[in-house]
């Protein structure tokens, strides 16, 4: 209050405190450009500082406002590689990812979400999801048969997954979840191809 913030960081200039509300106020002004490097001068003074104000979530929500997904994802990793409990920055990590396709990340990101939490049903999905895409089979059929246990929004998706994973391996458990998927959408035309075959 009645302190020139300015002034303070000329004589402070590596003082936590004035840098937090001097990132603060560049954000609320919308000056992203002089946010950022406050905030990159931050993260480089104290790397491991993980409280709610620390920089590398300030500096995600500048990249996600504007629009750069590649710097947002790259401060989320280096706040989760730091902080374990982080369990937003996990989720939006997963979000990112799926965006991005890369399910190596879905993956790795999905499983630190469940180490946290694990009855939050996306990281399930999303676990499932990438195994599927990375073909580890038996690591998808187990994400699916968690999400189901969870009632998840879309049971017939889910079966008619688990459906085609088990296909090969397991016919007449493949054959119950695919009705299963027509029972809970029974216009579900890929469920009608695949109880056909």
Do not use: C
């Not at 003074?45 to 590649?70: F, H």
């Not at 997963?94 to 190596?104: G, P, R, S, T, V």
């Amino acid at each position: 209050d009645g302190v020139d913030i300015d002034e303070w960081l000329k004589k402070n200039p590596n003082n936590f405190v004035a840098l937090t509300v001097a990132a603060t106020k560049l954000i609320n002004d919308e000056e992203w450009k002089r946010a950022e490097q406050v905030l990159n001068k931050l993260v480089e003074l104290y790397p491991d500082y993980t409280g709610a104000d620390n920089a590398n979530l300030m500096l995600a929500s500048i990249y996600r406002e504007l629009n750069d997904p590649k710097k947002e994802r790259a401060v989320l990793e280096r706040h989760a590689s730091i902080s374990a409990d982080a369990l937003s920055v996990g989720l939006r990590l997963l979000e990112l990812d799926q965006a991005a396709n890369d399910w190596k990340a879905v993956f790795r990101n999905s499983r630190r979400v469940l180490a946290v939490n694990p009855l939050l049903p996306q990281p399930h999905r999303a676990l499932a999801r990438a195994a599927e895409e990375l073909g580890k089979s038996d690591e998808a059929i187990g994400a699916y048969r968690k999400l189901l246990a969870m009632d998840p929004e879309d049971p017939a998706e889910v079966h008619y997954r688990l459906a085609q994973l088990l296909q090969k391996q397991d016919p007449d458990t493949a054959k119950k979840h695919v009705l299963l998927a027509l029972e809970a959408a029974p216009r579900f035309r890929a469920a009608h191809r695949l109880l056909l075959q």
